[in-house]
């Protein structure tokens, strides 16, 4: 597992149930117990009573991973494949899916976590990467 320092860019992987397989943009605001906690600040995320504010929470360490390495930044040339694990940015974070069709100037990806199948323009999508060993590993083909 990666240690984090305060003001580290990183992601927060959800298990929560309704948001696994999602990630969202967040900053390490400080290391706790030992790296095996974090208090973190999300980016794009919002407190519920006060919508102004960005959530802060303490996570554990195996929620969280480095941001991912840019592949291209938005680039609307970008070509998927079918069956290629993509990651498409809506509801404020990034949620891993497949491609399983183009039509016209979007990708439909499929989600198999909410069994929902959405078109998105490319600048939404990114390839999916897994973060393991302290690496980051291309997954480009589903097995669904």
Same mark, same amino acid.
């Given at each position: 597992m990666a240690v984090f320092s305060k003001g580290d860019k990183v992601e927060m992987c959800s298990k929560e149930e309704g948001f696994l397989g999602s990630y969202y943009e967040a900053m390490v605001l400080s290391p706790l117990n030992n790296n095996t906690l974090y208090k973190v600040q999300y980016k794009n995320l919002v407190e519920e009573q006060d919508q102004t504010r960005p959530l802060v929470e303490i996570v554990s360490a195996d929620e969280i991973r480095p941001l991912p390495p840019l592949t291209t930044p938005r680039d609307t040339t970008r070509t998927f494949q079918y069956l290629e694990r993509v990651d498409a940015f809506d509801n404020d974070g990034w949620w891993v899916g497949t491609i399983t069709g183009k039509q016209e100037l979007k990708y439909w990806v499929y989600f198999e976590t909410t069994k929902d199948e959405i078109a998105?323009? $490319? *600048?939404?999508?990114?390839?999916?990467?897994?973060?393991?060993?302290?690496?980051? $590993? *291309?997954?480009t083909k589903s097995f669904f």
């Open positions: 998105y323009p $490319v *600048s939404q999508l990114r390839n999916h990467l897994e973060w393991r060993n302290g690496k980051w $590993v *291309s997954c």
